[in-house]
T-cell receptor, first 113, second 114 residues
């Protein structure tokens, strides 16, 4: 089975712009979750989608949003980018949810200038 | 609310010697606990998972962890370190049946000396 894929792998944006990141889960996985990894804050949970519905959400501002499509692929959007949004954004998938093993993609590294 | 504390930010061992990475957690529910490993420029990979079936959990690559409820600990061990074990390790808690959030520890960077 193919693993979790994320596109693009690297991205450079400027402050105030918006960005959309994409995640394709493992075939058959309906839960997709997103994480932000920074040197200062470590790994933080953003949100989880299951069957096209946001089921769980971490403590991030409304500038961070996402969606999931009927084929379980997910996108994450960050609007009005700030310098502090520079991070590695990881996506993970599982069959049913966060209580299970999460299979992580390689991440998208976002640099905000 | 759940929380995870990894007691060491860096651990250095010699190849062939035992590895101990320490993790303490707090959770309001019966937790699911995980250890993940992250090699440089890679995503996270599951090492092992505890979900109340057995307190001693065996994982991949010779790693194991013991769940101790009385000590709220879930330390990761390996009898003999290999150079390829050098990576960052994360202890993670999910709040059991509700599973509505994952909380990560700050990570422990393992260095293996030859």
């Amino acid at each position: 089975k193919a693993g979790v894929t994320q596109t693009p792998r690297y991205l450079i944006k400027t402050r105030g712009q918006q960005v959309t990141l994409s995640c394709s889960p493992i075939s058959g996985h309906r839960s997709v979750s997103w994480y932000q990894q920074t040197p200062g804050q470590g790994l933080q949970f953003l949100f989880e989608y299951f069957s096209e519905t946001q089921r769980n959400k971490g403590n991030f501002p409304g500038r961070f949003s996402g969606r999931q499509f009927s084929n379980s692929r997910s996108e994450m959007n960050v609007s009005t980018l700030e310098l502090g949004d520079s991070a590695l954004y990881l996506c993970a998938s599982s069959t049913r949810g966060l209580e299970e093993t999460q299979y992580f993609g390689p991440g998208t590294r976002l640099l905000v200038l | 609310a759940q929380s995870v504390t990894q007691l060491d930010s860096h651990v250095s061992v010699s190849e062939g010697t035992p590895v101990l990475l320490r993790c303490n957690y707090s959770s309001s529910y019966s937790p699911s606990l995980f250890w993940y490993v992250q090699h440089p420029n890679k995503g996270l990979q599951l090492l092992l998972k505890y979900t109340s079936a057995a307190t001693l959990v065996k994982g991949i690559n010779g790693f194991e962890a013991e769940f101790k409820k009385s000590e709220t600990s879930f330390h990761l061990t390996k009898p003999s370190a290999h150079m390829s074990d050098a990576a960052e390790y994360f202890c993670v808690v999910s709040d059991g049946a509700r599973g509505n959030k994952l909380v990560f520890g700050a990570g422990t960077i393992l260095r293996v000396k030859s």
